[in-house]
């Protein structure tokens, strides 16, 4: 008989949080049971403008009273941490949307909760989703481009400034754009080349097009290795076209270098390129759609006792978020 799991949803601040609530409400193994959301103004919206049943608004009442097994959280990114931390001691397993946390002081006592208590640590690191990357992999995976040597990731995010929400650019809320951003990047090299991480070399913010909030730094960049040399160089900026942004090439575009070629894909774009030593035109691999596994399937795996042995468990989600938050304290160190 398959496990049943009670969640509960705590901050509402994101809109990502919103696809995990959809997932979780069509799962078969799943029951939302409660969500809480303590912004007054925020509540109202949400009782009008998404289908989600509010039971309270103060989190650590539906931590007491819902009897759920499951916390998801999608507070301000400043606050993710302690609801993590409240939720993992109260003996809930969580899963947040993504950054985690913002400090690298609450990112280990969530490892300690978790590996003491046994229990699971989820995330929406949904883009090793996405049916181009995962053609990217096989293609490298088969070596037609030899060995891999170099990513070139391009991350470019319209900034949006009249219509995202405010606390983005309240000071201390946001925590940086490379944990808020980078660490998909972070996630992604590993499982795609099969190499960890061994040294981030430069990480970098600074504030250009919010330049009526000085203190926000909408510009990011970083260059790190891995243990057997790949360098991945990484542009994770807010500095895309407010309207046409998400639909550019730029959003979400990896470039593979190997000894014998190349392969890119980017997101919302059909097909990988490559080119090879050999090629006298680009080649297109086309892909039909995106892979049918997702990150709340990894999660309640892994609960279940059965975690899959490519999927997101909780040790790559929080290697993905350490070095997220390690590259934001050197760009934090020198901006």
């Known amino acids: 008989m398959s496990q049943r799991h009670r969640i509960a949803f705590a901050g509402l601040r994101h809109p990502h949080i919103f696809a995990l609530h959809s997932r979780a409400q069509a799962h078969p193994e799943c029951e939302v049971v409660a969500a809480c959301e303590e912004d007054t103004v925020l509540r109202e919206k949400l009782s009008t403008e998404h289908d ?4 309270h608004s ?3 009442e539906m931590l007491e009273e819902s009897n759920a097994s499951i916390v998801a959280v999608g507070d301000i990114y400043a606050r993710r941490g302690e609801l993590a931390i409240a939720a993992l001691r109260a003996g809930k397993h969580v899963i947040l949307d993504k950054p985690i946390c913002t400090r ?3 990112l280990e006592e ?20 996405n049916g181009g990357i995962r053609c990217l992999k096989s293609v490298i995976e088969g070596g037609e481009i030899g060995r891999l040597c170099t990513l070139a990731i391009s991350a470019q995010h319209p900034l949006r400034l009249e219509s995202r929400a405010g606390w983005y650019f309240e000071p201390g809320q946001h925590g940086g754009t490379i944990n808020d951003i980078g660490v998909h990047v972070f996630d992604l090299v590993p499982w795609l080349s099969g190499q960890p991480w061994k040294q981030i070399l430069l990480a970098r913010e600074w504030n250009a097009k919010a330049a009526t909030f000085p203190h926000f730094k909408d510009c990011a960049q970083f260059n790190a290795i891995t243990t057997d040399g790949l360098s991945c160089y990484a542009d994770v900026s807010y500095l895309a076209p407010d309207t046409l942004g998400y639909e550019l090439p730029q959003y979400w575009r990896v470039t593979a270098h190997g000894t014998k070629g190349l392969a890119e894909m980017s997101y919302g774009i059909s097909g990988v390129q490559i080119a090879t030593d050999r090629d006298a035109a680009v080649r297109k691999i086309f892909v039909s759609e995106n892979t049918s596994s997702c990150y709340l399937q990894d999660f309640l795996d892994e609960i279940s006792g059965h975690p899959s042995q490519v999927g997101l468990t909780t040790m ?15 760009a934090s160190r020198k901006s």
């Open 110 to 129: 969530i490892r300690a909760l978790a590996a003491d208590r046994q229990l699971a640590v989820g995330c929406q690191l949904d883009f090793v989703e």
């Open 52 to 55: 989600i049943r509010l039971t």
């Open 104 to 106: 690298l002081e609450e």
């Open 316 to 330: 790559r989600v929080l290697s993905a978020s350490r070095w997220a938050l390690e590259a934001q304290v050197i």
């Open 58 to 60: 103060n989190f650590m």
